[in-house]
Structures are given as C-alpha cells and as structure tokens.
Nanobody, 115 residues
C-alpha cells in the first residue's frame, strides 16, 4: 500500500502563493496517477488536480485553472501543488491522493487564505 504525507500548508494573505508537497512511499514497479483533493468547510471533497504517471494528462478544477500547477518527480517520489494568486475560497484541507490499487490518501494539511 502506498503512503502519502503532505507538507507545506499554512496561512497566507489573498493574492499570495503557497506550495504543497507530498512524499510518496510505494513498492517499485507500479504506475499510478497522483493528485490533490480538498475539502472546504461545509462543502464536499473535490478534485483540485490530477497528473498521470508521465505527466501527459493533467486535470484541473475549473476554479483553480490558471492559478495552480501540479507536477511530479517519479525519481524523488513527490508530487507538488504550486498555488498562486490564492483566494479566500481556496481555504480548505488539502489531501494528496494516489490512484494505486487500492487508492490511498494522505492525512490532509490545512491551507488558510485570509482576505
């Protein structure tokens, strides 16, 4: 089973940037998507960004397109979410996700954007 641990969360002012990282631990030889989900207070969990193994397929939520960038390094076994021009609406707990079978989730990390 893959293990995921997020880091880099915190509190920032609207318009500022923040970078989330996720360390991935998994046995060799598996191919899988990685990505980020978030859950805002009082809302359902939603997809933020998904990136395929090779990076040829990337999906962003409409609400973050043009502001967030997801990337991965399969040698270092990390996935990153660069968040620019943050808005108060981006405040949520962010979760790293792997599409390994079975899928796996990180414990989540808080991102707070003040306005």
């Amino acid at each position: 089973q893959v293990q995921l641990v997020e880091s880099g969360g915190g509190s920032v002012q609207a318009g500022e940037s923040l970078r989330l990282s996720c360390a991935v631990s998994d046995r060799p030889g598996r191919v899988y998507d990685l990505g980020w989900y978030r859950r805002a207070p009082g809302k359902e969990r939603e997809v933020v960004a998904i990136i395929s193994w090779t990076g040829d397929r990337i999906i962003y939520a409409d609400s973050v397109k043009g502001r967030f960038t997801v990337s991965r390094d399969n040698t270092k076994k990390t996935v990153t979410l660069q968040m620019n021009r943050l808005k108060a609406e981006d405040t949520a707990v962010y979760y790293c996700y792997s599409s390994t079978q079975p899928g796996a989730w990180g414990p989540g990390i808080q991102v707070t954007v003040t306005s």
